[in-house]
């Protein structure tokens, strides 16, 4: 084989994995690889899994199934990602497809695994393997194919929820270094990405590990990387509610480049389950700092995500949590089944739930959600608001403002625009999760 083979990489889960994806593909271009058209025309398919939950792990499967038979014959077929990680051993044994499993503290060795599976051999300066986070370091990206781009700032969680296997497969945190946050974030506005979305497990307890004495990590990050020579937008993923400590939110309210939307990972409001899950507080201080972000940053939008059917949960505690939703007014709310995990307490918690009651408790809390959101949307309807056009869908020009985060909230439809452009758009209507606005300068 002359020239590089061709790679598909297919990439599952949350953005914190399309940054690993986005890190590796630049690792492989690197290495002399092409990019495939589609998996059916590539050398290689990979596939970045995901394992933060029993859906996740069903859903990687089938996809890598999927794979396995849309390639061809002759074409290599690697696992990577979470899921690799975290069953290496079962997956060699139960995927006799795979020809490579790799997982993260094995991308070091990722290259020299293709070159093997493909029998390509190329001449490489052969250097000393480097740690997983070197690599996920790497500040070489492949050319966004969006005007926005998200970026790790920093791997692994020090929490220990009862629920969450996370730890077990990242590891501790571990931060990457500001200026090496700041070059990633400037060759990527170079590139024309103009939004920035910083992501970690932990976001907010950023540089804790790393940080001088007397240092505030995340807020002084925020601050060296917000003049960022393009950078028209940041926006923060996944913020733990004890973390949010009043400096971060006068940052967020004050510094004009942050988006005014805070991700609170509340998780629930029922005070002994918060305990049970290893969480802080109860619905009453969730409450006090929902209200504290919103004197600070009045046109604030506000997210959080919430586990129904944990251990021992009762419909009095989804009641609950129904009164809270209504008196905490959030924008948005994500709502989860619980999932036993192997290896964390809670999967041997008594209490456990039946699937069809948790999955009841579901639609109930979703439809209370849905008209918050719906009512809260439409509330935006006569104002004018700043729009990035992230796309263009069949001739309809698709943009968002501070208030939606990509690919999770719902979107603005225009009247006209470009993918990249930052326009001024007056709300005129709604539906749903999406709003309707004509684009005025």
């Not at 009762?314 to 089944?337: K, M, R």
């Not at 619980?338 to 948790?358: C, H, K, M, N, R």
């Amino acid at each position: 084989m002359t020239s590089g083979p061709t790679v598909w990489l297919e990439t599952l889960g949350c953005s914190k994995n399309q940054v690993d994806s986005d890190k590796v593909t630049s690792m492989i271009d690197e290495a002399g690889y092409r990019h495939a058209g589609s998996p059916e025309e590539a050398d290689v398919v990979m596939v970045n899994t995901c394992a933060f939950i029993e859906a996740a792990r069903q859903e990687s499967i089938g996809v890598i199934l999927e794979l396995a038979e849309a390639k061809r014959s002759d074409a290599k077929l690697v696992v990577m990602g979470c899921m690799a990680q975290r069953y290496e051993t079962e997956l060699v044994e139960a995927l006799p497809e795979a020809d490579a499993v790799v997982g993260l503290d094995r991308y070091p060795e990722l290259v020299g695994r293709l070159d093997h599976i493909t029998d390509w051999q190329p001449l490489r300066i052969t250097a000393a393997p480097t740690a997983n986070m070197d690599i996920l370091r790497r500040t070489a990206r492949p050319t966004p194919s969006t005007p926005y781009a998200y970026v790790k700032i920093a791997e692994g969680c020090d929490k220990g929820c009862t629920f969450c296997a996370i730890p077990l497969f990242r590891g501790k945190q571990e931060s990457r270094s500001p200026v090496n946050i700041r070059t990633e974030i400037a060759e990527l506005t170079a590139a024309g990405v103009g939004e920035i979305v910083l992501v970690a497990q932990d976001l907010a307890a950023y540089g804790r590990d790393i940080d001088a004495p007397g240092g505030d990590g995340i807020v002084d990050l925020l601050r060296f990387v917000s003049d960022v020579e393009g950078l028209r937008r940041l926006r923060l993923y996944y913020l733990y509610p004890r973390e949010i400590r009043p400096a971060l939110i006068e940052e967020m309210a004050a510094n004009p480049v942050i988006a005014d939307y805070f991700d609170l990972s509340l998780q629930h409001s029922a005070a002994d389950l918060l305990r049970a899950m290893k969480r802080p507080g109860s619905g009453d201080s969730h409450l006090d700092l929902i209200n504290s972000i919103r004197v600070a940053a009045p046109r604030a939008a506000l997210r959080s995500s919430f586990i129904v059917g944990f251990p021992g949960e009762t419909d009095e505690h989804v009641e609950g949590l129904a009164e809270f939703l209504q008196a905490a007014q959030l924008d948005w709310a994500g709502f989860f089944p619980f999932s036993s995990e192997e290896g964390t307490p809670a999967a041997d918690f008594d209490g456990q739930l039946d699937e069809g009651v948790i999955a009841e408790r579901l639609r109930y809390v979703h439809a209370i959600q849905d008209d918050i959101t719906t009512s809260r949307n439409l509330a935006q309807v006569g104002r004018e608001v700043e729009l990035l056009v992230d796309q263009v869908e069949d001739d309809q020009p698709v943009g968002r403002s501070y208030r939606q985060a990509p690919e999770i909230d719902g979107v603005v439809l225009l009247d006209r625009g470009k993918p990249g452009e930052w326009v001024t758009g007056k709300i005129t209507g709604g539906y749903g999760t999406d709003l309707v606005a004509e684009v005025i300068g």
